[in-house]
Nanobody, 120 residues
Framework: QVQFVESGGGSVQPGGSLRLSCVVS????????MGWYRQTPGKERELVAH????????TYADSVKGRFTISRDNTMNTMYLQMNSLKPEDTGVYYC?????????????WGQGTQVTVSS
């Protein structure tokens, strides 16, 4: 059974930092390109960043480029998102999933996500 457990969210002031974690079980993590997604009220879930299987390639949405860093540890079945210089528009619930499954329209079951709130 596939499971994603996201953690590390919280409330921070603009300019602050957070580090999110995603622990994966139920499939061979190292075989999948993985992504972090963000959902805000009234909007569709958007891809924030993704990382290749060995972690050698990363891609970011323009809105977070230069501020966020995605990484993974295949030995720990864990993916991370380091978020620096946070802005109010980064507020949302952050989820992780396997990129290919999301693009196919049949994603692995989503986890509960972790809430990030950026506000002064």
């Amino acid at each position: 059974q596939v499971q994603f457990v996201e953690s590390g969210g919280g409330s921070v002031q603009p300019g602050g930092s957070l580090r999110l974690s995603c622990v994966v079980s139920g499939f061979t993590f190292s075989n999948y390109i993985m992504g972090w997604y963000r959902q805000t009220p009234g909007k569709e879930r958007e891809l924030v960043a993704h990382i290749t299987t060995a972690g050698l390639g990363t891609t970011y949405a323009d809105s977070v480029k230069g501020r966020f860093t995605i990484s993974r540890d295949n030995t720990m079945n864990t993916m991370y998102l380091q978020m620096n210089s946070l802005k109010p528009e980064d507020t949302g619930v952050y989820y992780c999933n396997a990129l290919a499954t999301v693009l196919s329209g049949r994603p692995f079951n989503w986890g509960q996500g972790t809430q990030v709130t950026v506000s002064s």
